[in-house]
């Protein structure tokens, strides 16, 4: 998961899935590539949940990573029963922070991490429940880095430990880490604080998570003012992905252009379920396309489209 220009990625949910073979079994990475400028700009990552994965790697092999960028860090990541396993085979090297292209999507693009399970950094409230990390061959490295982070949690996570390996969860330059539940790992902290306060519960008895002091509730990217026009649109705009349309676009600017000025025409073998009929006043779906509308809430007529309007999918 990359988000290289300006894409703003929250909400995603990964459940019940087995890998075998990979490569990088998971990372997520904000990178300063830009290809649209300044408008938007650096993207975000945030609330991504992994619940029931495991997965076996394969050589090459790149360490799982968070990657953040400062100023642009990924936040609210929880993984609850993720099991990994690492070709490893690495000596002891450095704990420094590798390298790192900002520009390149690639996992190749950061260095070789300094911790063969987990790499952590520029990333706030990460939680790992009841997960584990390991290697098939011996490995000199820590189990897991996290640096320049904040609110990091280990609660019955366990790490295979190299024979050379100077500890097992290193924490550098992090705000409130937690390790609990789990035997006794070594822990290393250069420049960090342990923060293993309860949680505040609610009237029910649930636990809930509570701000930083002096953060700022974050706002759902679904309120983001851009989605305005959205939110008062009246009339609906439905594309289906992988019906092109004439002329193709590979401009955000143009595509919307064309969306709000008219002037598409539908291509050759496109008249499917997923185009959509210009009215006089907006973009709506036609009524192949349209959606079934909920109990109780009758959909009303499709006015006949007036003549001369094209279509686009």
Same mark, same amino acid.
């Given at each position: ?50 619940? #029931? ?36 085979? #690495? ?13 390149? &999507? ?31 061959? #011996? ?7 996290? #640096? ?18 100077? &500890? ?37 008895? +649930? ?83 349209? +959606? ?22």
């Amino acid at each position: 998961m990359v988000s290289m220009d300006g894409a703003k990625i929250s909400d995603v949910h990964y459940r019940d899935i087995t890998m075998t073979g990979v490569h990088s079994p998971i990372m997520e990475k904000i990178g300063t590539r830009k290809r649209c400028g300044n408008s938007p700009g650096v993207g975000s990552i945030s609330d991504v949940t992994y619940d #029931n994965v495991t997965a076996t790697g394969n050589s090459p092999s790149f360490s799982p990573t968070l990657w953040g960028e400062s100023g642009h860090r990924i936040s609210g990541i929880t993984f609850t029963n993720v099991h990994i396993t690492v070709p490893g085979g #690495n000596g002891t090297m450095s704990t420094g922070v590798p390298s790192n292209d900002p520009k390149d &999507y690639n996992p190749k693009a950061i260095g070789t991490r300094p911790a063969y399970g987990w790499y952590l950094h520029n990333a706030d409230h990460v939680h790992f429940t009841d997960s584990s990390v390991k290697f098939a061959a #011996n490995d000199g490295r820590p189990a897991v880095i996290a #640096n320049a982070a904040s609110d990091v949690r280990f609660t019955g996570f366990t790490a295979q430990r190299g024979t050379n390996s100077p &500890y097992d969860l290193g924490f550098q330059d992090v705000n409130g880490y937690c390790v609990s539940g789990a035997g006794a790992p070594r822990v290393s902290n250069t420049g960090s604080t342990e923060n293993c306060a309860t949680e505040a519960t609610g009237g029910t008895g +649930a636990t809930t998570s509570t701000l930083p002091s002096g953060a700022a509730a974050r706002p759902l990217d679904l309120e983001n003012p851009r989605q305005d026009f959205l939110r008062g649109s009246v009339g609906g705009l439905f594309l289906h992905w992988g019906l092109r349309t004439a002329p193709a676009h590979t401009s955000c600017t143009a595509w919307e252009n064309d969306v709000t000025s008219g002037g598409w025409t539908p291509t050759t073998g496109s008249t499917r379920p997923g185009n959509c009929i210009r009215s006089t006043s907006s973009w709506r779906p036609s009524t192949a396309a349209s +959606a079934t509308p909920a109990p109780g809430r009758p959909r009303s007529p499709d006015p006949a489209p007036p003549s001369g309007t094209s279509s686009a999918s």
